[in-house]
């Protein structure tokens, strides 16, 4: 059983698109983030819940919307998407501070 | 705020040969020290971390680490590297809720 899981694996669109990644954890991890890797593979943090609430909301566009149905789903929604938005990008859980794991990524490519 | 430098972008090294790949810390407080590592497409994997304890941490495919507080590292190591071993290295530090990552280090083993 795939941990932390995410969908789609690759993500081809045109620019102006608007599209959603999935991502799941059955390790019952109260905290989900979203992390971007450009294509110097630098990763940062965007986005992080806890429990379904939003607690960490690094400086990223209004057209990324991250949305938790419930403490083991956190998808990411994003608008009107542009060229400079593509990168992959990494959904990751941790039931505290000291232990996170990471999905295998989605590669975004905007054309 | 807390961060975390890996001054080498790339570290090459002979199979069988010992490897060290470098990575600094800046925090206040006490860390919370990880390294992961990216193989190519593929996502981020835990390799070990610090928390509290002996300084010397053991971890995934005979890596280990030492933390060592005067000298603010916390550099992984292994004795002899393998060519499986050639991938994207990552040094990270636990800032509040989230992980803070370097930049980045590519070790290439070779036969």
């Known amino acids: 059983d795939t941990a932390v899981s995410q969908t789609p694996k690759y993500l081809v669109t045109q620019m102006g698109n608007d599209k959603s990644i999935k991502c799941e954890q059955n390790?019952?991890?109260?905290?989900m983030y979203w992390y971007k890797q450009d294509s110097k593979k630098f990763l940062k943090i965007m986005f992080s819940y806890n429990n379904k609430e939003l607690i960490i909301n690094e400086t990223v566009p209004n057209r990324f919307s991250p949305k938790s149905p419930d403490k083991a789903h956190l998808n990411l929604h994003i608008n009107s998407l542009e060229l400079g938005d593509s990168a992959v990008y990494f959904c990751?859980?941790?039931?505290?501070?000291?232990?996170?794991?990471f999905g295998s990524g989605t590669r975004l490519t905007v054309v | 705020a807390q961060s975390v430098a890996q001054p080498e972008d790339q570290v090459n090294v002979a199979e069988g040969n010992p490897l060290t790949v470098k990575c600094t810390y800046s925090v206040s407080g006490n860390p919370y020290l990880f390294w992961y590592v990216q193989y190519p497409n593929r996502g981020l994997q835990f390799l070990l971390k610090y928390i509290t304890g002996d300084n010397l941490v053991k971890g995934s495919y005979g890596f280990e680490a030492e933390f060592n507080k005067s000298q603010t590292s916390f550099h992984l190591k292994k004795p002899s590297a393998l060519v499986s071993d050639s991938a994207l290295y990552f040094c990270?530090?636990?800032?509040?809720?989230?992980?803070?990552f370097g930049q980045g280090t590519t070790l290439q083993v070779k036969p």
């Open positions: 990751a859980s941790s039931p505290g501070p000291t232990g996170y794991t």
């Open positions: 990270a530090v636990r800032d509040k809720n989230k992980l803070i």
């Open positions: 390790l019952g991890h109260d905290t």
